[in-house]
């Protein structure tokens, strides 16, 4: 198949979102297809910032990649026109001035002619709205992978969901993120339900001895954050927890591994307050690495005895994934996506988004039993290795695939 993915951001870039669509079209290209990824030069995350010194044009992984500026300073000069926002309603007001706008994209995308287009992630609005009229005019199918965050508002844009009810597949990634799709979307699309993948490989040499030397660790107990540093994460929730942890175990460290906002930054602030609200000597028992290399990311996990990402805004939680990878329990938030990839009791614990106790609770009960949190990270380990291998999860997408472009001639992008 000539297989078409359409992406936000896509290596260097860092990120969930882009170590998903990498392995997938690597893996597909290794299968013998013919996959092109077209993309731009932003950096993920709340970054705006372009990377200049990306090529336009390259070969990574047998995958051909394509990256494009797009027109965002010609789309914020529209939206400043007075009475836009009257005339185009929010949705599609926030669609023009985010972007991304890419016309030489779906030009290449047009002579490109694809059997198939997939457009990862539907929080950016105006690229499902471009490449779902290119697939229409191509007459081939569309499917989308939504990673919806239903605990945010764009996910429940009307827009969002009546472009979604247009595409032939949605690609979602739990069972809980299908149904929420054809319960909002009408009509309702077809529907699947596709796990995150990863790589069993990828963590098999790790050496968490290494770490905890590197920062000071020794013996102690160790409940680690290995994500970007920002609110929605559950950063500042895992920090106000332990504040209740340490009142009963104060000889337990946080390790806080991942990227930062840029200092003073609004996304920043509230990360900063709460570190500043530490005691000095609360503040000593937590240790923040900054940004680490992905071949540092299985040693960091191997370093934890417990791994906790209270997170109130994912669409599946593929680090839940890493940690268990590496034989760690795990502590989420009881949020109805992370509620279907954690088994509560058995391989993590979840709390309440907003109860800082239950949390501090759930915590507590690992650090106190070395033995529950053997069990339950080898339970980790096991369902992860069975359900979750990035082989198992691009036959699926494979599958879907190929069952749309046998049926092409019926599909929605036909029509």
């Known amino acids: 198949m000539r297989i078409l993915h359409v992406s936000p951001y896509y290596y260097p870039s860092v990120g969930g979102l882009q170590r998903h669509i990498r392995a997938l079209s690597e893996r597909l290209a290794a299968r013998g297809h013919d996959v092109t990824v077209v993309t731009s030069r932003l950096a993920g995350g ?124 949605v690609i979602a990634s739990t069972p809980y993120e299908r149904a929420y799709v054809e319960r909002h979307c009408l009509p309702a699309p077809r529907a699947f339900a596709v796990p995150v993948g ?69 996304a920043d602030r509230p990360v900063q307050q709460m570190l500043d609200a530490l005691s000095p000597e609360e503040r000593a028992r937590v240790t923040l690495t900054g940004g680490f290399a992905d071949a540092e990311k299985a040693s960091i996990f191997d370093a934890c005895d417990v791994f906790a990402m209270p997170s109130i805004a994912e669409s599946f939680g593929g680090v839940y994934l890493e940690a268990w990878l590496c034989g760690k329990p795990v502590v989420g938030s009881r949020i109805s996506a992370v509620s279907c990839v954690v088994d509560e009791g058995v391989d993590g614990l979840l709390a309440a988004p907003d109860d800082a106790g239950e949390l501090a609770g759930a915590i507590m009960r690992l650090v106190g039993d070395p ?12 369902k992860t290795m069975q359900r979750y291998a990035w082989e198992r999860v691009t036959e699926g997408v494979e599958s879907i695939y190929r069952d749309l472009v046998a049926g092409s001639a019926g599909t929605k992008a036909t029509r």
């Open 46 to 169: 709340a970054s705006k910032r372009l990377d200049t010194t990306l090529p336009d044009r390259e070969t990574v992984g047998g995958v051909e990649v394509h990256r494009y500026n797009g027109l965002r300073p010609v789309t914020s000069w529209i939206a400043r026109v007075p009475g836009t926002y009257r005339v185009l309603g929010p949705d599609k007001y926030r669609a023009l001035v985010d972007g991304p706008w890419w016309p030489g994209a779906l030009s290449f995308a047009a002579r490109l002619r694809p059997d198939i287009i997939m457009v990862m992630s539907a929080e950016h609005e105006a690229l499902l709205l471009q490449f779902s009229w290119l697939a229409r005019r191509l007459h081939v199918p569309l499917a989308v992978r939504p990673l919806l965050h239903t605990e945010h508002a764009w996910s429940r844009s009307p827009l969002v969901l009546r472009l979604l009810s247009r595409c032939d597949a």
């Open 198 to 266: 990863v790589d069993p490989a990828a963590f098999a040499q790790r050496d968490g001895r290494a770490v905890r030397a590197k920062y000071g660790l020794g013996d102690r107990v160790v409940v680690g954050y290995v994500a970007r540093l920002q609110v929605d994460k559950g950063v500042t929730r895992l920090l106000d927890a332990m504040r209740r942890v340490w009142r009963d175990a104060p000889d337990v460290l946080v390790l806080l591994a991942g990227h930062r906002f840029a200092p003073g930054s609004e």
């Open 371 to 382: 033995g529950l949190r053997r069990r339950m990270g080898e339970h980790g380990r096991q």
